[in-house]
């Protein structure tokens, strides 16, 4: 299972200038260890019973201010790969959890954004913002 912090809409998997930025070996971090441009993803910490306030907190850290109608969703490897891309782990200093979505078949025009947008499902909405 993988997690994702947004609405699964081809919109929402446009590229944007964070998701061109190489990401840093974590462990040496003058070593950009992935330069792919992709959309960031989570490995969840809990596949099974998912709590949206937990899973926000694991994927975005502490840090995190978490909003009213933020939305968490969910898919896997395998559908991701289905839909034309890839899926690679590439840790960051802020998460060992972390995956980015690259291209492989598919781009990310919009229809290769349809086909990834399609490979998810809402898992919920937060109700209320958390301080």
Do not use: C
């Amino acid at each position: 299972m993988i997690t994702y912090g947004s609405n699964p809409t081809v919109g929402s998997f446009k590229l944007r200038e964070v998701d061109n930025a190489p990401i840093f070996d974590p462990f040496n971090p003058a070593n950009p260890h992935i330069t792919s441009p992709g959309k960031s993803v989570s490995l969840p910490k809990n596949a099974i019973e998912q709590n949206l306030v937990e899973e926000f907190y694991h994927t975005f850290g502490e840090a995190k201010k978490i909003r009213r109608g933020d939305i968490l969703s969910k898919t896997t490897a395998g559908d991701i790969r289905a839909a034309g891309f890839d899926v690679i782990y590439a840790p960051t200093h802020n998460s060992l959890w972390h995956l980015r979505i690259v291209e492989k078949t598919r781009t990310f025009d919009e229809i290769g954004r349809e086909w990834l947008s399609s490979a998810f499902k809402k898992v919920g909405k937060i109700k209320k913002s958390i301080d």
